[in-house]
């Protein structure tokens, strides 16, 4: 009975502290969804179909606007393969309630958006995304310069005919999502290298972040 009783007490103090800092994620937000979406408009009009140019132009205007010392200037690039789909990101910041990367893949991939504990904006850059709702006849198409919304909660297909690259941007809670990242590693492709090199930046701009006060 005192186990009950101290299992219901603890649920109820995390379930309080979530909802209390849930209610007061904006004040740790360092990006904007707006400005990212038009940031990535001014990088396409000025680079076209240039990826690479569209990339270092976001980087370059996120490191005057936002500081270098919150964002990962090393371009990493690491497989990813979570809900189906494979392809590849640079991770250009981490935090517990924000994540902001470069992802995408030059020959396609399809597969389940996950559910997620944050909003997703998925800020097309190059090439065309697909996405499909049950229900829906017809698909929801994401050309360069839109941006897809995936609202926290949600669940989605989604698909990448040929090469499409967007920069993504996840505001809420990040650490419930590795969950969904770190999935695939375990039921089938078993690459755990790409495993570490995931964990080992993710967790190196966490933690340099929380060291100076961004959550």
């Known amino acids: 009975m005192r186990v009950l009783s101290f299992l219901i007490a603890l649920v109820a103090l995390l379930t309080g502290v979530y909802k209390y800092f849930d209610s007061r994620l904006e004040q740790f937000y360092i990006f904007d969804p707006a400005h990212l979406h038009n940031l990535s408009q001014r990088a396409i009009a000025a680079h076209g179909n240039d990826t690479r140019s569209i990339v270092?132009?976001?980087?370059?205007?996120?490191d005057e606007k936002v500081g270098a010392t919150h964002l990962n200037k090393e371009e990493e690039w690491v497989f990813n393969n979570a809900g189906g789909a494979m392809g590849a990101m640079y991770i250009i910041h981490a935090s517990i309630t924000e994540y902001l990367i470069i992802f995408g893949t030059a020959i396609g991939t399809e597969g389940h958006t996950g559910r997620h504990t944050a909003d997703d904006?998925?800020?097309?850059?190059?090439?065309?995304?697909?996405?499909?709702?049950?229900?829906?006849?017809?698909?929801?198409?994401y050309p360069p310069g839109s941006v897809h919304h995936l609202h926290r909660g949600d669940v989605k297909q989604y698909k990448m005919d040929s090469s499409c690259f967007a920069l993504e941007y996840a505001r809420g809670w990040i650490p419930p999502m590795l969950f969904f990242g770190y999935a695939d590693t375990f039921s089938s492709t078993l690459d755990f290298p790409t495993l570490w090199d995931t964990s080992r930046i993710t967790g190196r701009e966490m933690i340099a972040n929380a060291l100076k006060g961004k959550f």
Not at 56 to 62: D, F, T
Not at 121 to 141: D, H, K, M, R
């Open 56 to 62: 270092n132009y976001i980087v370059a205007e996120l």
């Open 121 to 141: 904006y998925f800020n097309i850059l190059t090439g065309t995304q697909l996405a499909y709702v049950p229900g829906s006849y017809e698909p929801e198409v």
